[in-house]
């Protein structure tokens, strides 16, 4: 099954890719912010929204994504055309997200407010499912021209 939400995503080549993979703690959902901080930095980019998207999709992936023994991966990348890609992989991909219209709808306390907060700061978001069993929660971020 592809992405199944959001809008229809175009392949572009990144030119600029970074992927870790990362423990399924809440240790390792900070050191995602953290390293993803980083990595925004180095790269000349702002932080911000990035960083709070890629806490939510981590923290996400450590409650909800998480399996004994597996952890789940962080990737970040830029395209040409300005935008930062934003992917969390987890080995829970018969636990799909709610789609866009439910996460409107669930209670807080169900779902807290973690993929309402991605659709307000990301531009685009969606999930992929595979290779099997993981998934992939994605978002996408216009960054404006790259110089």
């Not at 600029?16 to 399924?24: D, H, I, M």
């Not at 923290?59 to 040409?80: M, Q, S």
């Not at 018969?94 to 709808?105: I, K, M, R, S, Y």
Request: hydrophobic share 40%; aromatic share 4%.
């Amino acid at each position: 099954m592809g992405d199944v939400n959001q809008e229809t995503v175009v392949s572009r080549s990144p030119l600029r890719q970074y992927s870790v993979p990362l423990s399924a703690t809440r240790r390792g959902a900070r050191l995602a912010r953290l390293l993803a901080a980083e990595q925004l930095e180095a790269w000349g980019l702002p932080l911000d929204p990035a960083r709070a998207v890629v806490a939510e999709l981590a923290t996400n992936a450590v409650l909800h994504g998480r399996v004994a023994g597996r952890g789940f991966r962080l990737g970040l990348g830029v395209t040409a055309p300005g935008t930062l890609r934003i992917e969390v992989t987890d080995p829970r991909g018969d636990q799909l997200p709610p789609q866009e219209g439910a996460v409107g709808g669930a209670e807080p306390g169900e779902s807290g407010y973690g993929l309402l907060l991605v659709a307000e700061l990301a531009d685009r978001w969606g999930v992929r499912t595979g290779p099997v069993p993981c998934k992939t929660v994605w978002a996408e971020v216009e960054l404006g021209p790259l110089r």
